[in-house]
């Protein structure tokens, strides 16, 4: 298992990958979702949003889809990151929110009808991104990953994430391949 310097390593060649990779067409970042807490956006939620804000000031992206159903608590995830990212002076015609799926997969399916380019970048935790670019391949987008770094985040939080990440790997594959099957 990798230690914390090496998923920071991880996280900053994905996001430098990407930053790399952009053109200076329109690119949308579609940012996943994480939980809204009682008191309020959950640390992951708040550092995904903050570093989308943060591309798009770069001029790296120029659109923002926070995706993001009803949690346990209100608002959306929608709802919060869209906060948030004006918060950060994002302009709201800059942003588009999704704000009813609870999964990656519907995450990235729920968002597609909101794209105005192929060309996106998905803004989630380095952990998560491997399953996030299989599912978004899946549904015909080119597409990049841009992690966070993970300062300030708790250790323990992304160790039991990167391990939830194995079988949810699996699964998305055998639910990806069944939906891209052709009927015979």
């Given at each position: 298992?990798?230690?914390?310097?090496?998923?920071?390593?991880?996280?900053?060649?994905?996001?430098?990958?990407?930053?790399?990779?952009?053109t200076?067409g329109?690119?949308?970042?579609?940012?996943?979702?994480?939980a809204?807490?009682?008191?309020?956006?959950?640390?992951t939620?708040?550092?995904?949003?903050?570093?989308?804000a943060?591309?798009?000031?770069?001029?790296?992206?120029?659109?923002?889809?926070p995706?993001?159903?009803?949690?346990?608590?209100?608002?959306?995830?929608?709802?919060?990151?869209?906060?948030?990212?004006?918060?950060?002076?994002?302009?709201?015609?800059?942003?588009?929110?999704?704000?009813?799926?609870?999964?990656?997969?519907?995450?990235?399916?729920?968002?597609?009808?909101?794209?105005?380019t192929?060309d996106?970048?998905?803004?989630?935790?380095?952990?998560?991104?491997?399953?996030?670019?299989?599912?978004?391949?899946?549904?015909?987008?080119?597409?990049?990953?841009?992690a966070?770094?993970?300062?300030?985040?708790?250790?323990?939080?992304?160790?039991?994430?990167?391990?939830?990440?194995?079988?949810?790997?699996?699964?998305?594959?055998?639910?990806?391949?069944?939906?891209?099957?052709?009927?015979?």
């Open positions: 298992m990798p230690c914390k310097d090496q998923w920071q390593f991880i996280a900053t060649g994905v996001e430098h990958a990407a930053a790399s990779r952009l200076s329109m690119t949308t970042a579609l940012i996943l979702g994480a809204v807490w009682a008191n309020g956006p959950s640390p939620l708040r550092r995904r949003t903050l570093h989308a943060t591309l798009y000031h770069a001029g790296k992206v120029t659109h923002l889809i995706c993001g159903g009803m949690g346990q608590h209100p608002p959306t995830e929608a709802a919060a990151m869209t906060a948030l990212l004006i918060g950060a002076g994002i302009p709201a015609d800059a942003i588009t929110p999704e704000d009813t799926s609870t999964t990656t997969m519907e995450n990235i399916r729920n968002a597609l009808p909101l794209l105005q192929r996106v970048v998905i803004v989630t935790d380095g952990y998560h991104g491997p399953r996030a670019r299989m599912t978004a391949r899946a549904f015909g987008l080119d597409v990049r990953v841009s966070p770094p993970l300062k300030g985040s708790r250790p323990m939080a992304q160790i039991k994430g990167a391990l939830r990440e194995i079988p949810a790997l699996i699964l998305y594959r055998l639910r990806l391949t069944a939906l891209t099957r052709k009927p015979r």
